[in-house]
């Protein structure tokens, strides 16, 4: 049998990872479910959890040590330009309109600060044995309490879409505090860090420095048209800056790509061209080579499944649940939502997905939690995300929209009967 070289075998090792993903991806919506959620799923398989442990040969040969570091690197940058995706969600986190800041500020306080609130004693005391190496009491507090608080703003934009509730009351209002939200995780997981002490007054002026000469660069840019074909090797570079100036700080290179991301986000379109364009090429082969690193991480049967675990994870996931859920819809019931309003805000600001996955990943990287945490904090988001669509199926049930609110916005009648000139975005 002729021996394939390292180039060959990254090569196959790429194609079998794109296309298992996809085919997971298409399986997953032919059920209702995220494709994302199916992806993350096949890259955990595809390490030592199911393929390394019943193939070990093949995983070796497709996804050994050799192999690995290659398809890590295309993942890293699929990490960071997600990032960066964030970051233009985020500047766009508005309200429906005036009327309704409001409210998104309540449901974003309720969604993240409660969560927030009550992972800080489950970290000083439930989850104190699963601390990593760099871990301080106040730093896995802050941590843990970041990671109950996140909405997966790129998954929750998705939901909206696929269940025709982006032009909704609920749905604009979800969306723009959960951008709020996960603004502050990524203040908390910084606040985290330095608690950790993986943060100084020099690597912090790095961080000025890298984020200074990204916004000087933007503005070079500026006069540009967003379609101009340099934009997209402009925007990576900028990006790929501003995550170099993080990581030389001691940060996690992500929160110098959803600054920069923020920062382009407020000087150009949601949907400018080039990032458009970019989104595409990351979703479908960047992020399933960051999936795969992840899954080799997160090895489910590395970890002990015994009754402390059990306990740790049935604890989690029912404080995930819970108390995000009654705690936005409750915000939703104080600032006067009807009822098909506030149920549909409880469900869909309990989706963690993708951006939950990241920060985990920052944190174990940067040792402030273990394997196990990982493991734990993992089927959290993976089943936080899956609860999503069949909730939003049982409250369609239970309390229908009204038929004014499915329709778009700009079609939609005030109560004189007049059209509403707002945009949808």
Known sequence: MTKVDLSGRFLLALACLLLVTRAAGLLARRIKQPAVLAELTAGILLGPSLFGLAVPDAHALLYGDDVLPLLDGLGQLGLVLLALRIGRLLARGEGGGSGERGTVLAVGAAGFVLPFAAGVPLALTLCAPYAGEHATPVALALFLGGALGVTAVPVLARLLQDEGLT???AGRISLAAAAAGDAAVWVVLTAALFAAGRLGPGRIALVAAGLLLCAALLRWRGAEAPSAPADAGVLVAGCALAAAASSAAGLHQLLGAVVFGFVWGRRRPVEDLAAGRLDTVVDQVLLPCFFLG???RVDLGGVSWD?????LLAVLLSVAVVVKAVGCAGAGVVRGLPSAQWLRLGVLMNARGLTEIVVLSAGFDAGLI??????ALTVVALATTAMAGPGL???DRLRPLPA???????IRPTVKGSVVGSSPN
């Open 167 to 169: 032009d909704s009351r």
């Open 294 to 296: 992840f899954g080799q």
């Open 307 to 311: 009754a402390d675990f059990a306990l």
């Open 370 to 375: 273990d394997r196990g945490l990982l493991v």
């Open 393 to 395: 199926r049982l409250v």
């Open 404 to 410: 004014e609110d499915q329709m778009p916005l700009l």
